[in-house]
């Protein structure tokens, strides 16, 4: 009997029984039968039944209940939407330094006294006045240096259907090994192997009503420091939901380091400030 109905062999679309029960069989075309199942299998008052298989559901239920259940099927069994998904990966660092320094010779005779010697030939502004053989002045210098750099990467899915994107470089590294022997001889060994600096995400996202979005992201961006050679990494892992079209702050790190020096007749300071932010988006392309 259960062959003849999901082969169609029976057009059986609903019998009546003693019990006032109907059963029909329901052809499943946009989302798998078992999610189907589990969806529809609460909604089913004993003793009625729900099962299926071959992208067919059979419904054993009340008039009144099959009703419902065809509403509700019309509403979930919609094919997946076309989404883009853009993230955006913001990197701010700023570098402030600041130094005071004043500097002055008096000289009488063959003996002279002097303070800051070289300060009056370094950059920044310097105020200074000669008299004699006395010489003071001060040298202010302030510098501001701002590196922004800004990365958005795109990927297409279906809705509900996780995707990855992956993008960068593979860059050699450097392990230096020292091997001290019974005999006290020292061996230098030095070994080079490639490691990924790349960037990307892993995501899905699921549709809510007409306008909300509900995405599942795991965004990472890594990269390689220009004087120290060291890689830095930043990852991320959140749920969030918010408006289709709309960008989306997913995550922030945020950091400022400050370092003062003080001696005689001189001051200085440098401030640094970086600032990383991770924005989503989601369009519906259908």
Do not use: C
């Amino acid at each position: 009997m259960l062959i003849a109905l999901l082969s169609g062999a029976l057009p059986l679309a609903r019998a009546h029984g003693a019990s006032g029960m109907v059963t029909e069989v329901i052809a499943v075309g946009n989302r798998p039968v078992d999610e189907m199942i589990a969806i529809l299998r609460p909604m089913v008052p004993r003793p009625g039944s729900v099962s299926g298989a071959y992208g067919k559901i059979i419904i054993r239920t009340t008039p009144e209940n099959m009703r419902e259940i065809r509403t509700i099927l019309a509403t979930l069994d919609r094919p997946p939407a076309n989404l883009l998904i853009s993230v955006r990966h913001s990197l701010t660092d700023e570098v402030r330094r600041d130094l005071y320094e004043a500097f002055g010779e008096v000289r009488s005779g063959d003996v002279g006294v002097s303070t800051g010697r070289d300060a009056g030939s370094g950059r920044g502004l310097v105020i200074s006045h000669e008299e004699g053989e006395q010489t003071a002045g001060v040298r202010v210098d302030k510098a501001r240096n701002v590196g922004a750099e800004d990365v958005t990467q795109r990927v297409r899915v279906l809705e509900g259907k996780e995707a990855f994107i992956q993008s960068g470089q593979s860059v050699p590294v450097t392990e230096t090994q020292r091997v001290v022997s019974g005999t006290g001889a020292t061996t230098v060994r030095r070994s080079t192997s490639y490691r990924n600096v790349d960037s990307g995400f892993h995501v899905r996202a699921r549709l809510s009503g007409d306008d909300r979005v509900t995405v599942d992201i795991f965004p990472q961006r890594n990269r390689i420091d220009a004087q120290s050679g060291v890689i830095d990494v930043r990852e991320a892992s959140t749920v969030l939901s918010g408006r289709l079209g709309r960008w989306m702050q997913v995550a922030g790190v945020g950091g400022t380091a400050d370092e003062s020096r003080r001696e005689i007749g001189a001051s200085s300071g440098t401030s640094t400030r970086s600032d990383f932010n991770v924005y989503l988006k989601v369009e519906r392309l259908d």
